[in-house]
């Protein structure tokens, strides 16, 4: 799928769908789907899913989102599992070793991203600014065949 300079070329009806998969989906992947909606809208669909549960979204990340990028995070996203989101053209691990049912034709990346969870305000930054220059570079680097 991978067609020169870093270009993926999907096989895709309308805007591409990327879902940003973890294990619980509260934290890592759910700043992913954030910062896709704001910063990629305009090129891809932003999901996120994970193989598991928890009852709410990490409340460091949803502080720290709200106070770098103003987004409220538990306004409009809740933990899902990867059934429960639309089937993705993109699939984008954030590193932690999910295993996740093969999709057919699914361009996958794996980000290999440490979870914050636990540690200090600065590993929270530093991994939303490291999440959102992923984003920036995945949005020039995926597009439909036409």
């Keep these: 799928m991978e067609n020169g300079k870093n270009k993926v070329m999907l096989n895709c009806t309308g805007k591409p769908k990327v879902a940003f998969v973890c294990v619980h989906n ?3 992947s759910q700043i992913a789907e954030a910062l896709g909606k704001k910063l990629a809208s305009d090129v891809f669909e932003s999901y996120s899913g994970g193989t598991e549960l928890k009852d ?3 409340q460091d990340a949803v502080r720290l989102m709200k106070s770098i ?3 409220d995070m538990e306004k409009d996203q809740f933990s899902k599992l990867i059934f429960d989101i639309p089937d993705p053209d993109v699939v984008i691990k954030m ?4 295993t996740c049912p093969p999709i057919e034709g699914a361009y ?3 980000w290999g991203l440490d979870d914050p969870t636990g540690k200090e305000d600065e590993f929270f930054i530093e991994l939303i600014n490291r999440i959102e220059s992923k984003i920036l570079e995945l949005k020039e680097k995926i597009t439909c065949k036409k």
């Design 69 to 71: 990028h103003g987004i």
């Design 95 to 98: 590193g932690c070793n999910v």
């Design 26 to 28: 509260s934290c890592r």
């Design 108 to 110: 996958e990346e794996d």
């Design 56 to 58: 709410r979204i990490n």
